[in-house]
């Protein structure tokens, strides 16, 4: 664009715009600006929220695939999943963990993780979340077949597998709560432990550099 133009436009601008229009101006930019901040903050919500969406899929997808190796050490030593929730196993086992001392741990995480799926006393497999215990508790922890399972509770084959992938799905949130409750409790004990050791003796430093400028 020539600088004609750009003068033509300064000119326009200041015949549109006059002095007794410039604070119209100024209020229809500052909403164009507040519009634009918006959008941009939905843009990065929606972001946000399907990053969140696919990385539970994710957690989803590893819950199901330990599941599977449950009763194989060596396999699920080499399950994704123990890279998801390092303080849940933390809290499980212990640190510095041999690949099957993390196995044992993971698969003792799992089976407690299908028990908390069970009803209380007294409630039969009608009771809300029951299948699916009985589903998970018989197919990874029992060993049933998946036709024996569907004979024993007299399910269909679509009834079996929706449920499944729902107690599936139970579980890996549980497991996601887990692991951000242990990592922030442990981020929260760290910072106490910094703020023990580290800032009394910053303050101390403060104080004894004080002293002795006074000192001077």
């Known amino acids: 664009m020539s600088f004609g133009v750009h003068a033509g436009l300064r000119t326009l601008d200041r015949l549109v715009f006059g002095t007794g229009l410039q604070p119209l101006r100024a209020e229809l930019m500052r ?129 079996f597998h929706r449920n499944r992938r729902q107690a599936i799905v139970s579980l890996a949130r549980e497991l996601d709560d887990q692991e951000k409750r242990l990592s922030m409790a442990s981020k929260r004990a760290k910072l106490v432990r910094f703020r023990e050791n580290v800032l009394p003796e910053g303050r101390w430093a403060i104080h004894a550099g004080s002293s002795n400028r006074r000192g001077h």
């Open 31 to 159: 909403r164009i600006r507040s519009r634009a901040m918006v959008t941009k903050g939905l843009f990065l919500l929606e972001g946000h929220e399907e990053i969140a969406r696919a990385s539970m899929e994710d957690l989803v997808r590893l819950t199901e695939l330990a599941l599977r190796r449950l009763n194989n050490p060596a396999a699920l030593a080499q399950c994704g999943l123990m890279a998801r929730i390092p303080a849940v196993l933390a809290a499980a086992g212990g640190s510095e963990l041999s690949p099957l001392e993390a196995a044992s741990a993971l698969r003792g995480v799992l089976a407690c993780g299908i028990a908390r799926l069970r009803p209380p006393e007294g409630g039969g497999i009608g009771a809300p979340g029951a299948l699916q215990y009985h589903i998970l508790h018989e197919e990874y922890l029992v060993g049933l077949l998946n036709k024996q399972i569907m004979a024993r509770h007299s399910i269909s084959e679509g009834t």
